[in-house]
C-alpha cells in the first residue's frame, strides 16, 4: 500500500469514526450559517482534508476534529456577518415600529453593544436574538455554565456603561 493511500485511508477511518461529532457540530453551525448542513459538513470535510497532513497526533482525532469544525463555522459566520448590511444606529428607528421611548432605548442599547469587544459583541447579539445558551456554548466550545457567566458579565458591563452614558 502506498503512502498516499495510507493516508487517505486513515483519514476516512478518522472522518468516519468521528461522522456523529461532525455532524451535530454541522448541525448546530448551519444555524448561524444560512447554509445546509450537508454543505457545511461537505466544507468542513473539505478543509479537514487539506490540514489532515499537519495533523501530528498531539490531541485526540475527535479534538482535533472538534477544533477544525468549530474554526470553519466560526469563521463563516463572520463572513456572513461582514456580508450584512449595517445600518448606522441613527436609522434604527425607521425599521423598528415601537414607541419613541423604545426606539430610543434600543438605539442606546446598539450603540452601547457597539462599544464591547468582538467575542463579547457576538455573545450578547446571539443572546438578544434567543439563540439557546447550548447551542452558544458548543459553538464556542465552552459549557452552558460558562455561557451564562459570560452573559451576566456583559449584561452588567453594559449597566455600567449605559450609567456613565447616563
Known amino acids: 500500500m502506498s503512502n498516499t493511500q495510507r493516508k487517505e485511508d486513515d483519514f476516512l477511518r478518522m472522518v468516519n469514526e468521528n461522522r456523529w ?7 448546530v453551525g448551519s444555524h448561524r450559517n444560512g447554509l445546509s448542513v450537508e454543505d457545511l459538513i461537505q466544507e468542513v470535510v473539505s478543509r479537514m482534508w487539506e490540514a489532515w497532513p499537519k495533523y501530528k497526533g498531539r490531541s485526540s482525532q475527535a479534538t482535533w476534529v472538534y477544533a477544525v469544525t468549530r474554526n470553519v463555522t466560526s469563521n463563516l459566520s463572520r463572513r456572513r456577518l461582514l456580508s450584512i448590511e449595517l445600518r448606522p444606529v ?6 423598528v415600529e415601537v414607541e419613541d421611548g423604545d426606539a430610543r432605548m434600543t438605539e442606546r442599547l446598539y450603540s452601547l453593544i457597539d462599544r464591547l469587544e468582538d ?7 446571539r443572546y438578544i436574538e434567543h439563540e439557546p445558551q447550548a447551542d452558544i ?6 459549557t452552558v455554565d460558562a455561557v451564562n457567566r459570560r452573559i451576566r458579565r456583559v449584561k452588567d458591563k453594559l449597566r455600567m456603561m449605559n450609567e456613565k452614558y447616563i
Do not use: F
Open 137 to 142: 456554548a458548543s459553538s464556542m466550545g465552552i
Open 21 to 27: 461529532l461532525i455532524q451535530s457540530l454541522c448541525t
Open 119 to 125: 467575542g463579547e459583541k457576538e455573545l450578547i447579539l
Open 90 to 95: 441613527e436609522e434604527l428607528h425607521n425599521y
